[in-house]
């Protein structure tokens, strides 16, 4: 009987004018514990609202907290994906640059190798002796006064220079005949092959010169002959010549 009768005292005391009711009031036991009771539940009410209100005030505190964390979390979304989007056009830019840069080195190892590669360059004269044929059958014209000899590749033993690498080369000659009425030949020979001739008949003091641009093989040769039925003259001031160097390796 006591429980029911404090909880209609509870909310009479807790109602909108804030005391009891004077006819309640009255048909309810006098007694300071019971009283007491109904202040302290009173209070337990106030503090429990109080609390809700604070507990609400927070929980949107912290759905404020969260929605500006989310709104962050875009942000930063956005940012890493345009950032990611900049690292691969970076990436991207440096694939080219890296192949533009070997390209650039490629092309400056063979510019280097081209200059700094195999140098090539002779030049001999004939003899100071004098005249030479004519013979009945063609002869090897050996120019045994070397002038310039830069690889070593002429062999003036035998008048036969001979490629140290694959390239393109120029060879020119040049002849002199001062027998009047006699014939004066020479042929330009690649490997086993004649692939020039000259020929003029002196009148006393002829000369012929020529040239040709080859491309030889490593240890391709070319050497010069003296045409059957042929004379030359040479002396010290070195009237047939013989001269080649490489333009550049294939």
């Known amino acids: 009987m006591r429980a029911p009768l404090l909880l209609v005292l509870l909310f009479c005391v807790t109602g909108e004018s804030g005391g009891v009711d004077p006819g309640l009031q009255a048909s309810v036991p006098a007694g300071s514990e019971i009283w007491s009771e109904l202040r302290a539940l009173k209070n337990m009410v106030v503090q429990q609202e109080e609390e809700l209100s604070n507990t609400k005030a927070e929980l949107q505190t912290q759905r404020d907290t969260v929605s500006s964390l989310e709104n962050e979390n875009r942000a930063l979304v956005s940012r890493v994906t345009a950032s990611e989007v900049e690292v691969s056009a970076l990436r991207e830019e440096l ?55 830069i690889g070593g590749d002429y062999n003036s033993n035998t008048g036969v220079f001979t490629a140290p690498v694959r390239g393109v080369y120029y060879f020119s000659f040049t002849a002199l005949n001062n027998r009047n009425g006699e014939w004066m030949a020479v042929n330009m020979y690649r490997d086993s092959r004649r692939i020039l001739h000259n020929s003029k008949q002196s009148d006393g003091h002829t000369f012929i010169s020529n040239a040709l641009v080859l491309q030889l093989d490593r240890g391709g040769v070319v050497y010069m002959r003296l045409h059957e039925n042929s004379g030359l003259y040479d002396d010290s001031d070195n009237w047939n010549t013989f001269s080649g160097f490489l333009l550049y390796e294939l």
């Open 95 to 149: 694939d080219v640059s890296k192949t533009e840069l070997q390209l650039t080195r490629n092309t400056l190892d063979e510019t280097g190798m081209r200059l700094s590669g195999t140098k090539v360059a002779f030049s001999a004269g004939l003899s100071n002796y004098g005249k030479f044929g004519p013979y009945n059958t063609e002869t090897n014209l050996v120019y045994k006064r070397v002038i310039t000899n």
